[in-house]
């Protein structure tokens, strides 16, 4: 089965600084897609960033980047220059033959 | 131009009732999905239809049912509504063009369902 973990429930970070959001997810595919998506309080779901598990290097949009690890099947995302906006729920999802999430981790940036 | 779009966005309804949930996509996917989100913010699959056949069912209690009349509709009835069925209820489309191109999930807004 395709699990996907999601150790820290909640993280908080100040303003213009940098944050690490951890995921780890287990599979025996070889093939997949990874991706973390924001929930804010409006509850749509956002896309912030995707990665192809055949890609080596790690994807990046604008002050989203990720830690791929495809041997230790780690997938951390790094907000740099936090903002306000950016406090919303974070969800790490892994698409094989389904698409399965995290647990989330709240995200609260401080002023 | 919504591309996944949801309704009711709100539903209340009594114990015992039984009420739907409309999805539509303007996306032209071949893949949708229904997902519940519970009260801890825990988003679980419920179904996924590829091309109006179900492809996953995930141990869904018999009072869920969806229906797919085409690719672009997917739309969720529920008999019986219990307390525990109290959620969040969210639609989504993908595309998979091959095993190595494949889009991400567009989610609808979402449909909260209170059962009282």
């Known amino acids: 089965a395709q699990t996907v973990t999601q150790s820290q429930p909640e993280m908080s970070v100040q303003e213009a600084e940098t944050v690490t959001l951890s995921c780890t997810y287990d599979t025996s595919e070889n093939n997949y897609y990874l991706f973390w998506y924001k929930q804010p309080p409006s509850r749509q779901m956002i896309l912030v960033i995707r990665q192809e598990a055949y890609k080596q290097q790690n994807a990046t949009e604008n002050r989203f980047s990720v830690n791929f690890q495809k041997a230790a099947k780690s997938f951390s995302l790094k907000i740099s220059d936090s903002q306000l906006g950016d406090t919303a729920m974070y969800f790490c999802a892994f698409n094989g033959n389904k698409l399965v999430f995290g647990a989330g981790t709240i995200l609260r940036v401080k002023s | 131009d919504t591309a996944v779009s949801q309704t009711p966005k709100y539903l209340v309804t009594q114990m015992g009732n039984d009420k739907s949930i409309k999805c539509e996509q303007n996306?032209?996917?071949?893949?949708m999905y229904w997902y519940k989100q519970d009260s801890k913010k825990f988003l679980k699959i419920m179904f996924s239809?590829?091309?109006?056949?179900?492809?996953i069912n995930e141990t869904v209690p018999n009072r869920f049912s969806p229906k797919s009349p085409d690719k672009a509709h997917l739309n969720l009835h529920i008999n019986s509504l219990e307390l525990g069925d109290s959620a969040v209820y969210f639609c989504a489309s993908s595309q998979e063009f091959s095993d190595t191109e494949r889009t991400e999930a567009f989610f609808g807004q979402g449909t909260r369902l209170t059962v009282v």
């Open positions: 239809y590829n091309n109006k056949e179900l492809i």
């Open positions: 996306l032209g996917h071949d893949t």
